[in-house]
């Protein structure tokens, strides 16, 4: 499985960002996908994931502001950040969950954002 993301970049304070994630080789073998972030020195974190049947998670941080989506005939996941705020800037990973071992296996090389206040 292979993830390329797109989108990201600057933004002020309040503003909005929307990232792509486009999967390809066997998805088959998955069966979710979500948006991770990792800040140098910070854990990682899930911010939004989106599972097969549909169900979606949200970190508590950015419920009410980030909306994960997919579309399946286009392979593509989305993450549409708003009202965004310093603590948002970040290196953001798409991901893939493995349907076999259950741990996210499969990852993007990031895409920077950064919000100034």
């Known amino acids: 499985v292979q993830l390329v993301e797109s989108g990201g970049g600057s933004v002020l304070a309040g503003g909005t960002l929307g990232l792509s994630c486009v999967a390809s080789g066997n998805i088959f073998v998955t069966d979710g996908m979500g948006w991770y972030r990792r800040a140098p020195g910070k854990g990682r974190e899930l911010v939004a994931a989106?599972?097969?049947?549909?169900?979606?998670h949200y970190a508590d941080s950015v419920k009410g502001r980030f909306t994960i989506s997919r579309d399946i005939a286009k392979n593509t996941l989305y993450l549409q950040m708003n009202r965004l705020k310093p603590e948002d800037t970040d290196m953001y990973f798409c991901?893939?969950?493995?349907?076999?071992?259950?741990?996210?296996?499969?990852w993007g090389q990031g895409t920077q954002v950064t919000v100034s206040s």
């Open positions: 991901a893939a969950r493995s349907d076999l071992s259950g741990e996210w296996d499969y």
């Open positions: 989106i599972m097969s049947g549909g169900a979606t």
